[in-house]
């Protein structure tokens, strides 16, 4: 199939120069955009276009104008023409307890496919608004917000103003979802509504991050403070907007990691380096841990034919890092940073400890489609709460890092500003003791 096929593109997609030469296009730039940001100055993103090639879907609701189904619940809101985006809800054709379709902590050893197939059920209703009018009477609005503090899935009958249309939307941030269309009105069955997320909605005085925070801590899921966050439910009443949902995603992973942190930077280190592991679609995770105050790094390496690497030669690696005081500036690799360090921080503030981290990420080309940040997350998650290995040094654990991925150690230090560094340290540790040694010697022979 050639790279762009106009039957499978996205709605409203005006093919160009997009898909000339596709191979000119350096393998680090496409890590580093993820198809958000088109730092190749290209009018759509190449590597998207490639997996919507691939794909095939159905239409859910053939001809028709009208869909019933049962929301997971699921809603969503767009970042295209900030401030006024499109928000509303992600409704399948079908009824009953479809939760699965939008709860990724239940997605972890699922293929591609299934999650696919999944998400491309969900049909999604646009109705734009200013970020601004969350509390603006508007049937639609409210209607969304009551789906996105639901506590189960509710029976919605949406009419269209056109028949859906698109492909499944593939993003790096963002789970994938189905056709859209603009809605022309919602009617919503009893919406079981959430106590903990409806009462954090009716106190508009409490800054956001505390609502957050407190409702991850009494055991809301993550995935349900994302989708109430990004209707605007939380936070001072005069401050309160619509959040994209990409945004969301990030903000509240960031938000309750910098909360745990706080926690881990004041407990002792743990006492021995420490290696978790997990494999999943085709990625493989190494997370190590070190007896070290905190400090943090995500590395990720994408073999050829992978999702961000698909024209590439090359294996390319890149990643972001923070030592003790944090980081300001935005990570280059994007939310998936965010993810796998609030997921470090769930596990080091329930054994009450620091610790130096450094998470390797080697995905092989199995991994073909981008499925969303809930996979870094939610893998990470995993990978802790299995039982570690111990080791007594750092070249112990090193050598488990070589037996578990394909690139060679060396590599993966070469990459690391936060291994680069410890060596370093090590280093000026060992000369300074021996330094004090030497200079103790000479003080004693002077003393006889």
């Known amino acids: 199939m050639a790279l762009f096929d106009p039957e499978f593109a996205p709605a409203g997609l005006i093919p160009s120069d997009l898909f000339v030469a596709p191979h000119g296009i350096p393998a680090e730039l496409c890590i580093q955009c993820r198809g958000a940001k088109l730092l190749c100055g290209k009018a759509a993103c190449p590597v998207m276009m490639r997996a919507y090639a691939s794909m095939k879907t159905t239409s859910l609701i053939g001809g028709g104008l009208e869909l019933e189904g049962s929301s997971p619940p699921s809603v969503f809101v767009g970042r295209t023409g ?29 293929t591609i496919p299934e999650i696919l197939e999944f998400r491309s059920q969900l049909v999604r209703g646009m109705h734009f608004v200013d970020v601004h009018d969350v509390e603006a009477r508007d049937k639609v609005v409210e209607r969304t917000r009551e789906l996105a503090l639901a506590a189960r899935p509710a029976v919605v009958d949406a009419a269209f103003r056109k028949r859906p249309t698109g492909r499944v939307v593939l993003d790096d941030e963002v789970q994938p979802f189905g056709p859209s269309a603009p809605l022309a009105g919602i009617e919503v069955e009893n919406v079981p509504l959430d106590a903990r ?4 909605f009716y106190d508009t005085d409490a800054p956001a991050r505390d609502a957050v925070g407190e409702l991850f801590r009494d055991g809301t899921l993550v995935s349900q403070l994302q989708r109430a966050f ?3 439910a939380f936070g001072d009443k005069r401050r309160r907007r619509f959040v994209p949902t990409r945004w969301s995603i990030t903000a509240v992973d960031s938000m309750l990691g910098e909360r745990l942190m706080e926690k881990t930077k004041a407990a002792p280190t743990v006492d021995d380096f420490r290696i978790f592991e997990t494999y999943d679609l085709d990625t493989r995770w190494v997370i190590l841990m070190m007896p070290t105050a905190w400090r943090y790094e995500l590395i990720e390496a994408w073999y050829p034919s992978t999702t961000w690497n698909p024209f590439g030669a090359e294996v390319v690696v890149m990643g972001d890092a923070e030592f003790y005081k944090g980081r300001k500036a935005y990570a280059s ?8 360090r609030l997921a470090v921080n769930e596990r080091l503030t329930a054994e009450g400890r620091q610790a130096g981290v450094v998470i390797l990420r080697e995905t092989h080309p199995g ?4 499925v969303g940040v809930w996979n870094v997350r939610e893998h990470v998650r995993r990978a802790l709460k299995e039982e570690p290995r111990h080791f007594d040094t750092l070249e112990g654990a090193l050598a488990r890092v070589g037996e578990v991925m394909a690139i060679p150690v060396a590599r993966w230090i070469q990459e ?33």
């Open 230 to 232: 990004s209707v605007g």
């Open 367 to 370: 991994y073909v489609m981008p």
């Open 333 to 340: 690799i994007g939310g998936c940073y965010y993810a796998a």
């Open 416 to 448: 690391s500003q936060v291994l680069t560094d410890l060596k370093v340290q090590r280093r000026l540790d060992v000369y300074a003791l021996d330094t004090r040694k030497e200079a103790g010697g000479k003080a004693g022979l002077a003393h006889r």
């Open 82 to 110: 900030y401030p006024r985006v499109a928000v509303g809800p992600l409704i399948p054709p079908v009824t009953g307890d479809t939760s699965i379709l939008d709860t990724p902590e239940l997605w972890v050893g699922r």
């Open 197 to 200: 997320l409806e009462k954090k």
